[in-house]
């Protein structure tokens, strides 16, 4: 059972070191995949609000946006787990932000009509300054 537990935190150690340290080979392959996600949300973003484009490519639109919500639930719950004080990440500001740039997605499949909130995507943007150090 100890060997678990310091195969978990070995685990959990190498997670964070990833995801929050650019310094590393690996650290810096994540946030490059990130912010090409990130580019690429907030792309097909904007076309989604294009009539023109959303009435030829709307359910591909769909498709990628429910594409890179699940991506980023899923890097938002690594960071989570990655972390000593996961609530402490998650009231932080940029947990607060990450949280955020999920969460419209959801509530327009629970809530007819409020397509709306989905500008709220854009806050992936700030993300991209959070990786490149502009923030």
């Given at each position: 059972?100890a060997s678990e537990?310091?195969?978990?935190?070995?685990?959990?150690?190498?997670?964070?070191?990833?995801?929050?340290?650019?310094?590393?080979?690996?650290?810096?392959?994540?946030?490059?995949?990130?912010?090409?996600?990130?580019?690429?949300?907030?792309?097909?973003?904007?076309?989604?609000?294009?009539?023109?484009?959303?009435?030829?490519?709307?359910?591909?639109?769909?498709?990628?946006?429910?594409?890179?919500?699940?991506?980023?639930?899923?890097?938002?719950?690594?960071?989570?787990?990655?972390?000593?004080?996961?609530?402490?990440?998650?009231?932080?500001?940029?947990?607060?932000?990450?949280?955020?740039?999920?969460?419209?997605?959801?509530?327009?499949?629970?809530?007819?009509?409020?397509?709306?909130?989905?500008?709220?995507?854009?806050?992936?943007?700030?993300?991209?300054?959070?990786?490149?150090?502009?923030?």
């Open positions: 059972m537990t310091r195969s978990d935190t070995a685990w959990r150690h190498r997670l964070h070191e990833v995801i929050f340290e650019a310094d590393t080979p690996a650290g810096k392959a994540f946030d490059v995949a990130l912010i090409l996600a990130i580019v690429a949300s907030v792309a097909a973003v904007m076309l989604d609000s294009m009539a023109g484009i959303r009435r030829a490519y709307g359910p591909l639109l769909l498709a990628a946006e429910w594409f890179f919500t699940l991506l980023f639930t899923v890097e938002y719950l690594l960071r989570l787990f990655s972390v000593r004080r996961p609530i402490r990440y998650a009231t932080s500001f940029f947990g607060v932000v990450d949280l955020l740039s999920v969460i419209p997605t959801y509530l327009s499949a629970l809530t007819p009509g409020s397509r709306y909130l989905l500008v709220i995507r854009l806050l992936r943007v700030r993300r991209v300054f959070r990786i490149l150090k502009l923030a």
